[in-house]
């Protein structure tokens, strides 16, 4: 028993420790077991979202291929005493123009630098090149004999040919006298000027010789969120490099009829304008034109015009030394809501006619104010800007097919496009005394003109949607909802008939000093 009783706490420790195992041996393959299960019942984790990275490391590799081709472009002005001032005047703005590089040293960066600060000395050599002195050492400016003054522009450009043709904007070559392009490995080359592009704002350039190391325009059209590395000679300064993204397309920023910029974030500065962006393959996507940035410099906002356009102008520049376009020979305004209501659209695509211009293609072909072009050989128009860059896209003496509403009915015509010039549509505005006529709930009042061709508003409640929409005492409506008038009567006839064909709104069309335009005013507001 004594024996017995002595060896019961190491069997009792053997005992404990078999089951203990037993028990964690069961257990892994209870896990086991309901991992199994888990898995037959499709019970799973979702993945989480990765993204991989797409920037490149660096961009030298880039740079040293397009470097050779990016040029500095130097533009002499021949200007006298008056002009240089408001040249210097101008160059102080530092608005939206992301313009060459000329004028005052106002102009420059840092124009308040402390007396020992070492690029005082860099700024005054600078502004006198500009043909400004510093104000030291000048003698009485006033007494000195009335002197030749020269003025200098900077700004950039790249080759896009091995024989010498070079990209640039026109407001950096605009009244040039003399044109000198600077290579990356510091040659200097005079150039000649081959034909500029107002409204485009582009510019080529030809300097002698063959073997110049050039960049290809783009055929894609660049993706925003991609990377972009611009190169130019922002403030004289020379090749510079800088990177960032494309922000947004189609931009509009009022510089010109076919404004389509491309908007970038990488840093351009003045001087910056005329010189490529590249895309990662190393082909130009835009030529560098404006800045956004209310004190000159760079705030993140540039603008570029797309490879597309500069394809399309550089063509004609080299063929003809000129930009010839298309024209049909309409005043055009967007589709809003209100005008598509009363016209029975059921969106705002397309651009309305606000008037044919007597004799022009689109008169010719039967074009009249009201209809709604849609298409340009079957391409849909998204509004008056779209429709005059494709109008503007054919060469002049070529047909093209509009697509156009008319009454509700689409329909087809071809047009013989004839060449862009200086024609503009104009009309007077009429003053007469005569007894005016309230026109119940619109907001007008109403009188028959002094021709009788159309009725003239003599008055606009304030507050009305007559007012909110723009009309004006002395304002012509000539047509409601496409239909001629003469009296308040056929006016009155016009809004009856458009309130029994259900349309929420009227169209008038207005005629004014500042042309002829559509306004459409909600019938809701008729409470009579």
């Known amino acids: 028993m004594t024996d017995q009783n002595s060896q019961s706490p190491s069997r009792s420790r053997r005992l404990r420790n078999a089951l203990l195992a037993s028990v964690l041996t069961l257990g892994v393959a209870g896990t086991a077991a309901s991992g199994i299960m888990m898995t037959n019942s499709q019970v799973a984790h979702a993945d989480q979202l990765q993204v991989q990275p797409s920037g490149p490391a660096d961009f030298s590799s880039l740079v040293e291929q397009v470097a050779p081709a990016v040029v500095s472009v130097r533009v002499k002005t021949d200007m006298d005493e008056a002009s240089a001032s408001d040249q210097d005047d101008d160059d102080q703005g530092g608005g939206n123009g992301g313009g060459g590089n000329g004028g005052g040293s106002n102009a420059l960066p840092f124009p308040d630098l402390p007396e020992n600060s070492p690029f005082n000395e860099f700024f005054r050599r600078f502004g006198q090149q500009h043909g400004q002195g510093n104000g030291q050492g000048g003698g009485d400016h006033q007494n000195s004999p009335r002197q030749h003054h020269f003025g200098m522009a900077q700004g950039s450009g790249f080759f896009i040919s091995d024989d010498g043709f070079i990209v640039t904007n026109n407001h950096v070559v605009q009244g040039g006298k003399e044109f000198?392009?600077?290579?990356?490995?510091?040659?200097?080359?005079?150039?000649?000027?081959?034909?500029?592009?107002?409204?485009?704002?582009?510019?080529?350039?030809?300097?002698?010789?063959t073997g110049f190391k050039f960049v290809k325009l783009s055929q894609s059209q660049p993706k925003v969120g991609q990377w972009v590395v611009a190169v130019g000679n922002p403030f004289g300064?020379?090749?510079?490099?800088?990177?960032?993204?494309?922000?947004?397309?189609?931009?509009?920023?009022?510089?010109?009829?076919?404004?389509?910029?491309?908007?970038?974030?990488?840093?351009?500065?003045?001087?910056?304008?005329?010189?490529?962006?590249?895309?990662?393959?190393?082909?130009?996507?835009?030529?560098?034109?404006?800045?956004?940035?209310?004190?000159?410099?760079?705030?993140?906002?540039?603008?570029?015009i797309p490879a597309?356009?500069?394809?399309?102008?550089?063509?004609?520049?080299?063929?003809?030394?000129?930009v010839t376009r298309g024209w049909i020979g309409v005043q055009i305004q967007p589709v809003n809501k209100d005008i598509a209501d009363s016209l029975g659209l059921k969106g705002t695509d397309g651009a309305l006619v606000a008037e044919p211009q007597d004799g022009s293609p689109a008169a010719k072909a039967g074009i009249k104010a009201g209809d709604v072009i849609t298409k340009v050989n079957g391409t849909t128009v998204a509004g008056p800007r779209e429709l005059a860059r494709m109008i503007a896209g054919y060469r002049p003496d070529t047909d093209v097919k509009l697509t156009y509403v008319r009454d509700g009915k689409e329909q087809d015509v071809t047009v013989h496009l004839g060449k862009l010039g200086n024609q503009q549509a104009s009309a007077d505005q009429n003053d007469n005394d005569v007894q005016p006529d309230s026109l119940s709930g619109l907001g007008l009042t109403l009188a028959p003109s002094k021709d009788g061709d159309g009725?003239?508003?003599?008055?606009?409640?304030?507050?009305?949607?007559a007012s909110e929409k723009g009309l004006r005492v002395g304002d012509v409506i000539t047509a409601v909802n496409g239909k001629p008038v003469n009296n308040v009567r056929s006016v009155e006839t016009a809004i009856t008939d458009a309130k029994k064909s259900g349309r929420r709104a009227v169209l008038m069309q207005i005629q004014s000093n500042r042309g002829s335009r559509f306004v459409a005013l909600p019938l809701s507001a008729d409470k009579g």
């Open 180 to 209: 000198t392009v600077v290579t990356n490995d510091k040659r200097e080359l005079t150039a000649k000027l081959i034909g500029t592009d107002e409204r485009t704002d582009l510019a080529l350039l030809k300097v002698e010789g």
């Open 237 to 304: 300064l020379g090749g510079t490099v800088t990177a960032g993204i494309v922000s947004a397309e189609g931009r509009d920023i009022g510089a010109g009829p076919y404004d389509d910029f491309l908007q970038i974030d990488a840093p351009v500065n003045r001087g910056n304008s005329g010189g490529p962006t590249f895309n990662m393959q190393g082909e130009v996507i835009g030529v560098n034109t404006a800045i956004y940035s209310p004190s000159g410099g760079s705030v993140g906002i540039a603008f570029a």
């Open 308 to 322: 597309s356009t500069v394809q399309q102008v550089v063509s004609s520049l080299k063929e003809n030394g000129t």
């Open 455 to 465: 009725v003239q508003v003599s008055g606009v409640d304030d507050g009305s949607s």
